[in-house]
């Protein structure tokens, strides 16, 4: 039987980006508003997140050629263009069968609670606080904004995509943190439960690398299994590697 899936799959979060930085400041503060002017997808990159971007693009270029990425498909938002973009330049795009954004990879929409903080929401949006309490994140949509099942619906297309025209490529996907949990969600075959344990366990760190590779003696007909999840190449800084974030590669799976 043809195979179905991908060689490889790579599923990366964007750098730090200003808007991260914002956010942390916020609710540090106790804040209700996170202070940022753009829109939400053109907030750029912050120092250190491009700084994340080129040590992942290193870490990519540091593999064989025929092990890098050909295809990458990214969110359009510039946080996630940006990182992509680092990684195609640093690689040889003459050897890349696509680089394309696709809007289906971008952030989860937030509607009326868009740069609210959490205690901002409860404050503003009382029942949408208790509502968002009761449901779970999972379910909760926000008015004008998505619940993650709908971001999966978006993502299931991306998937269907990716079947049917880069089948035994190896592909890079560059999105958010919502973006990668709920491919992990759809890829590992996961449920609301599981799913929010994997959330709750901590943020998807920045440049947060998480990789599949294709088994053809696993399941039926073979399929994609994990390798890692959330590892981060280490930055450089006077020579001296620091660790970005976590770095948490899970144990290879058969």
């Given at each position: 039987m043809e195979q179905k899936w991908p060689q490889q799959i790579w599923v990366v979060r964007h750098g730090q980006s200003a808007g991260n930085v914002?956010?942390?400041?916020?609710?540090?503060?106790?804040?209700?508003?996170?202070?940022i002017a753009e829109r939400d997808m053109d907030v750029p990159l912050s120092e250190l997140g491009s700084r994340q971007a080129e040590a992942l693009a290193d870490w990519f270029r540091a593999m064989a050629p025929e092990q890098r990425p050909n295809v990458v498909l990214f969110s359009p938002y510039a946080r996630a263009r940006d990182t992509a973009m680092t990684v195609v330049n640093a690689l040889d795009r003459e050897q890349m069968l696509t680089v394309v954004a696709d809007?289906?990879?971008?952030?989860?929409?937030?509607?009326?609670?868009?740069?609210?903080?959490?205690?901002?929401?409860?404050?503003?949006?009382?029942?949408l606080h208790e509502q968002r309490r009761h449901v779970g994140k999972f379910y909760f949509r926000p008015p004008g904004g998505e619940s993650w099942c709908d971001v999966i619906l978006r993502l299931r297309s991306v998937l269907?995509?990716?079947?049917?025209?880069?089948?035994?490529?190896?592909?890079?996907?560059?999105?958010?943190q919502v973006i990668v949990n709920c491919l992990r969600?759809?890829?590992?075959?996961m449920d609301e439960q599981k799913i929010l344990e994997t959330d709750r366990a901590g943020d998807v760190p920045n440049c947060g690398v998480t990789a599949y590779a294709f088994d053809p003696a696993a399941g039926k007909h073979g399929k994609l299994v994990l390798?890692?999840?959330?590892?981060?190449?280490p930055l450089t800084q006077t020579g001296v590697p620091v660790t970005a974030g976590k770095d948490q590669p899970a144990a290879p799976k058969s």
């Open positions: 914002a956010r942390e400041a916020a609710e540090a503060a106790s804040q209700f508003l996170i202070d809007e289906r990879l971008r952030e989860k929409e937030f509607g009326i609670i868009d740069r609210l903080t959490p205690l901002g929401i409860a404050d503003k949006y009382p029942e269907d995509t990716i079947t049917r025209e880069y089948r035994g490529e190896r592909v890079l996907i560059v999105g958010h969600y759809l890829l590992e075959r390798q890692m999840a959330n590892f981060v190449a």
